[in-house]
């Protein structure tokens, strides 16, 4: 999500010109530029430290990494931590992870111009930067040793957490870091060749797992605890967009530990000093709710609307040739509608804000994904400025794209319950605003409900020689503060990407959008377009092959010569699942390949059916082309967790509404992938010198259409309605 | 009337509603944030216990239920089979996010010190209730067969 803002939203940074200045590649300058000794908590500088904003290395000879980006599974603080202490060569075990404040101009992603993190970037963008960090830290340690050493710079080894000279000196950085901090800093330092790498493309394992086996206590936003911290649970409309009418809190009040009942502007607040209390409470509340606003309409009739839209012509999102004529010349066409529920991320650990406001100054605890944007956010609900608004951004229990708000309504209603609070007279308090899962799975932000209505032809030899393709579905962009950058023309970039940046050779291709209305909020959901467009993708290129009598992979590569990664990954893929051998009895296999956030994953799935008619995923091979590969292990992982995040939204995942209002609300209904329905994953990392891309998201897109492919494979059908439990098949 | 538990070998003694789940006497009560909350309607296992060694799930046991029972948490499992399980997620690196994994550590731990030997069968049978959402369900089935190993050798 979010590389979309690379470029444009430079402009709504707040110092525009420092954010083209570093994406110019002036790595080097940077921590010259950025060097405020002691300007923050991040870099607090005490005797016998060399504290940097990036690196802080202290006496006792720790090397804390500072982390500009959230960490919520993906493991980006160990990612940006393998790159520092791998040019430093530091070693695993002295090596600490510490999340940065907010602070943009410090420790913006370079690729959004705004402290924050999505669209599988933060490798990408940090790459240079971090490595650029480390580089310069051992510079400094060096000058330091050969200045008390009295031996030239040149002549002192650097490795494995240690400083040394040929004269049989020796020191730990713990021990230079005093020394160091005197040094003035290097104009550019030297970063090593790949060949010098130790833990790059190599192995350091998550820095996160220890504390994580002990039950990581007190590290999650949720479990953020401070003196005199009371507890606050919303109840938020049934229907989208509605309001409170009337709040009759009486009874609420009555439960013991309830301290206040507060009526916001979209829902009404319970304050307990307990969270159990305020769940209790809430319950109790009687609100009626003004709907003039709100989306009263099913889920079935947005989808029917949906569906009428992709029957008309569209805005137009890409053009190459003449679709039209290449179609009316095809030997066969195909044609074919798809649907795609609305999907709710549902990260194990929901929503939670602790805000602590005094009336001048906010400051809150949370896993902050958009920190900029968290602050200017507040800023407005509270009337202050947003360099009075401090973001400590604790470690998440995932988010798959729940945690990047365009609108950071999780930090708006928090800040308005400090603002109610505070207005009503009281002593500031620190307020932790919880939300159960009920509240996650009924609160909107879903993967939009999307329909597809798509036509493409091929010639007597199998070339494709028209494509033309519309999707209608709600804008994630439009209205949000990234819509000036991001869409073009009405057309929101998100909304076909898969489609139109398609790299299968076509005659000609034409691609159009609609923009549905309605009140229910849509989000980014990890691989956002591509979590609908891959799959119409990939399984119309199954049906073209079969329609063109050749096999899925042969077909791909026929059309993929002007995409040699692409190619790369599906031939590995391909190889590593036995592709040509036969199968076992009651085995059935499906291919997809699809490149998103700059990586290209294929993915072979292998099925089989259970008695009752069910489909198994048995195995699925999949191979990844994410440019160098920083952390291997992580990055399997990534492909891991990422295929079991698409095959559970496949097989049975969808919110449903009838007149407006959510029919899931819990686990119960919202059925989740479960260790019974995840398959063997065997992952293939293709070694690469290319720039760093993404691994967090690019693993979800191929899984659903492979396993699509696999099902067509036995049932000569393709399922054009998700998710499969619709069907039947799950 | 207060109640009355053990909890990782402590005494307490509790004064809340007796309605309120063990999940947030833990959490609030008593500040031990490492079983987490996940659904509260005992479908995803973040919050599981162990009662007289049995796994549980906190959200949907109360406090009334509980006097004179012995609780053990995240922080305080320990034995053979909690150290090889510990051991094993660490060597294959297993959490992502983590937060759902005190509850799959303790289910494993359970699962262990039961059966030392799993099938994929058991463990399917076993961690079926511990949800997931970063789909660590592949490195969580092959640490279960490492952590056995261990437990062997
Ligand atoms: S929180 Fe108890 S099972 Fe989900
Ligand atoms: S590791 Fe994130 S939910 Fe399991």
Known sequence: MLHHLMKPIANAAPSRRSFLKLSAGAAGGLLIGLRLPGASGAAMAAEGELAQPFVHIRADNTVTVIVKHLDKGQGAATGLATLVADELDATHEQVRVEFAPADAERYKNLFFGVQGTGGSTAIANSFQQYRTAGATAKAMLVAAAAKAWGVPAAEIAVSKGELSHASGRKASFGEMAGLAAAESLPESPRLKTPEEWVFIGKSFPRLDTKMKTVGAPGVYGIDHKAENMLVAVVAHPPKFGAKPKTVDAAAAREVPGVVDVLTLPAGVAVLADKTWPAIRARELLEITWDETEAETRGSEEMLAELQAMAARPGLKAHVHGDAEAGLAGAATVIEAEYSFPFLAHAPMEPLDVTILFDGGTAEFWTGSQLQTVDQNVAAAVLGITPDKVAINTLWAGGSFGRRAQPDSHPIDEAAHIAKAWAGAGNTPRPIKVVWTREDDIKGGYYRPMVAHKVRAGIDAEGNITGWQHRVASKSILIGSPFEAFLVKDGVDETTAEGITDMTYAAGAIDVEVHNAQTAVPVLWWRSVGHTHTAYVVETMIDRLAKAAGKDPVAFREGLLKDDPRKLGVLRLAAEKAGWNDPLPEGRHRGVAVHKSFNTYVAEVAEISFRDDGTVKVEKVTCAVDCGVPVNPDNIRAQMEGGIGYGLGAILRNEITMTDGEVDQSNFDAYLPLRISDMPQIEVHVVPSTEAPTGAGEPGTPPIGPAVANAIAAAKGEWITALPLSKQGLA | ?153
């Not at chain 2, 239920?65 to 510990?86: F, H, M, N, Q």
């Not at chain 2, 494993?108 to 049978?125: G, N, V």
């Open chain 2, 1 to 153: 009337m207060p109640v009355n538990l053990t909890i990782n070998g402590v005494s307490h003694s509790i004064d809340a509603d007796p309605d309120t789940p063990l999940l947030w006497v833990l959490r609030d009560e008593l500040n031990m944030t490492g079983t987490k909350f996940g659904c509260g309607i005992a479908q995803c296992g973040a919050c599981t216990v162990h009662l007289d060694g049995m796994p549980i799930r906190s959200c949907q046991t109360f406090l009334s239920d509980l006097d004179g029972a012995s609780i053990t948490t995240i922080e305080g499992v320990d034995g053979k089979a909690a150290e090889a399980v510990r051991a094993a997620w660490q060597e294959l690196d297993v959490p992502q996010c983590g937060y759902c994994q005190s509850g799959q550590i303790m289910a494993a731990t359970a699962l262990l010190s039961e059966t030392p030997k799993p099938s994929d069968d058991d463990i399917d049978a076993a961690m079926d209730g511990n949800v997931c959402r970063c789909a660590t369900y592949a490195r969580i089935r092959a640490a279960i067969h490492l952590a056995a190993e261990k437990m062997e050798g």
